[in-house]
């Protein structure tokens, strides 16, 4: 097993970038390996790590179909229904919560 190449945090080479840099490009990994680490240091904990690829190797963003685009939302609406009273909260519900915000801070069912 090779070891990766490690830069870091601002002095990654030009041609390099991390999903995110190429999402903003509207590019996408398209199967490619890591080529490298950016390591940003922290004081308290290990150091914050992000993967490098290949800006000449990546793809395109594949475009947004309709049938994609019904299943996120239809995705994002459960994500928003609230299990206890089974109304949209207008917002993610909290992973920690497993309910609205108002089920979680009364006893009571909140109206629908």
Do not use: F, H
């Amino acid at each position: 097993m090779t070891s990766l190449p490690i830069y870091r945090w601002r002095l990654a080479p030009d041609g390099l970038a991390t999903r995110r840099q190429l999402r903003r490009m509207g590019l996408r990994p398209g199967g490619q390996d890591v080529v490298a680490e950016l390591q940003r240091p922290r004081q308290r904990r290990g150091p914050l790590v992000a993967y490098l690829y290949r800006v000449d190797a990546a793809k395109p963003v594949r475009p947004m179909t309709p049938g994609r685009a019904s299943a996120l939302a239809k995705a994002n609406r459960a994500r928003r229904t609230c299990p206890n009273c089974g109304r949209d909260a207008g917002y993610v519900i909290p992973s920690s919560l497993g309910t609205c915000v108002p089920c979680d801070s009364s006893d009571e069912r909140c109206a629908a």
